[in-house]
């Protein structure tokens, strides 16, 4: 358990810039502004290379191992090191941290935009997705010492808002940006995007955002990095790769000797903690049941969200036979209703407290199952803009759920715990995202598979809907976990 010296010294050594916050409890712009802007290029970069496919297989002559390699080495390298990453910043200064994983993503995307071959573009994409992970859990931790009060729970719903954007709107930015052509560079402007926004930020970074860190306890743990890294590998690789690979041996036997390694992670944790000697992960964090009854809600939700971005994009892009652009574009209904729900949920949050969250999920649930009838019966013909209310009201309750999730989770963490625990976090987000993936993805391609009905991706565009609503209402019933102490207000 924490002491309350611990506490009061951290929180001593965390203490807010003057400019951080402004009167009112609403959060200075400049701090806020530049880590969200750091966020939004890290994360988008995971929704954004899926638009870019068809133009760099065709330009790079690539195999279909390679794209697929491209995808899942980001993903991999990002996965596994959050929780790690999230360590270091807690260690060694979170602004440090921060801004040296900023520097390589920025270096990795340019890398990854220049690159001659494919060997060399998936090699920098396993580095931009681990440097990914010293940037993003960062983020939230910087949040959390940086801020308090009313500024500190505006900051987090402007870092929901940001990611939920990221994922929204990247297919469209990729679709965008392939189609302006800058230059000649066709799909290497998503990467070589990123070279001057970086760089942007990382010249503000030590003026506008204040450094932090965890008070007396120094040293990474590095059997808990090994342990941690080997088992959220083990979980993140078989379920990026097994099914377009039909599922071999392998993936079940990786699966398998996940289990073993987390548990071993985990007795290494609590045993290291007995002793005051600096865990990675510090067991205490999940003593806060919000915190932990949030991760596992958390990590259901983006099984539901990420998921629904792969069939959407699938169902117009495959199924209707609509361009990047095109489908991108369908896109802006979604981001609509997730912005007016993003709006929203605050006031709800200060009144309902978690139970903005129920609603949220519900409302998505009722949008994801509208959406499925409204593809049913059209059947693979007439306008896909009858797809539109029904995305709108999706977006509205992704909105209504991200925005204040972050706020409602980790108010109770303790500020030495700060990027520690957004590791964790964020990990479950990923994790949530591989799995969904995984698991829709085979109720998708099972049901285009089989052929049914005359136009078989709309049935499994539908289908697949339904699951996520299931979901949906899944979370709706996990949030009935949480305390129902704090109104995010």
Request: net charge neutral.
């Amino acid at each position: 358990m924490t002491t309350e010296a611990e506490l009061t010294g951290s929180a001593a050594s965390a203490a807010p810039a003057p400019d951080t916050e402004e009167a009112g409890g609403k959060p200075a712009w400049g701090a806020l502004l530049v880590v969200l802007a750091g966020l939004f290029i890290a994360n988008v970069d995971f929704f954004i290379v899926n638009v870019a496919i068809p133009s760099l297989q065709r330009d790079m002559h690539a195999t279909s191992a390679e794209i697929q390699l491209v995808a899942a080495t980001f993903n991999i390298g990002l996965s596994a090191m959050l929780i790690t990453g999230g360590r270091l910043g807690d260690l060694y200064g979170r602004r440090k941290v921060f801004s040296i994983g900023l520097a390589l993503f920025t270096v990795s995307s340019l890398a990854c935009g220049i690159a001659p071959n494919m060997a060399e573009l998936i090699v920098a994409r396993a580095v931009q997705g681990a440097s990914a992970a010293l940037v993003i859990p960062q983020v939230l931790g910087i949040l959390t010492t940086a801020y308090t009060g009313k500024a500190r729970v505006a900051a987090f719903n402007a870092y929901g808002i940001t990611m939920g954007a990221s994922a929204v709107f990247g297919q469209l930015i990729g679709g965008l940006l392939i189609k302006a052509d800058i230059f000649g560079w066709d799909w290497r402007t998503i990467f070589l995007i990123n070279a001057p926004i970086g760089a942007v930020v990382l010249l503000l970074t030590p003026k506008k955002v204040p450094e932090s860190r965890a008070e007396g306890r120094t040293g990474l743990d590095w059997t808990g990095v090994i342990l941690v890294t080997a088992g959220l590998s083990a979980i993140v690789v078989p379920l990026v790769q097994g099914r377009e690979q039909g599922w071999p041996t392998w993936t079940w036997e990786c699966l398998i000797a996940a289990v073993p390694l987390l548990a071993a992670f985990w007795w290494t944790q609590r045993r290291k903690a007995a002793r005051d000697r600096s865990p990675l992960v510090h067991p205490s964090l999940f003593e806060d049941r919000a915190f932990g009854v949030g991760v596992v809600s958390l990590l259901v939700f983006f099984a539901a969200m990420a998921s629904f971005f792969l069939v959407l994009a699938l169902y117009l892009q495959e199924g209707r036979g609509l361009s990047a652009l095109r489908s991108g574009l369908l896109f802006i209904p979604l981001g609509l209703g997730f912005f007016l729900g993003s709006a929203q949920s605050p006031k709800v949050a200060a009144k309902l407290g978690k139970q903005v969250l129920t609603i949220g999920a519900l409302i998505q649930a009722v949008g994801n199952v509208a959406l499925a009838v409204t593809a049913w019966e059209l059947d693979g013909s007439g306008s896909v803009a009858w797809c539109i209310p029904a995305m709108v009201i999706s977006g509205f309750g992704m909105g209504f759920v991200i925005a204040p999730l972050a706020s409602l989770v980790l108010e109770g963490v303790a500020p030495h715990h700060a990027a520690a625990a957004s590791g964790v976090f964020s990990t479950a987000q990923e994790m949530g995202n591989a799995i969904g993936i995984a698991v829709i993805g085979v109720v998708f391609f099972g049901v285009v598979g089989h052929g049914t009905g005359a136009h078989p991706y709309a049935h499994a565009f539908g289908t697949s809907l339904l699951v996520q609503a299931g979901i949906c209402a899944v979370v709706a019933a996990l949030v009935q976990l949480l305390p129902g102490r704090a109104k995010a207000s």
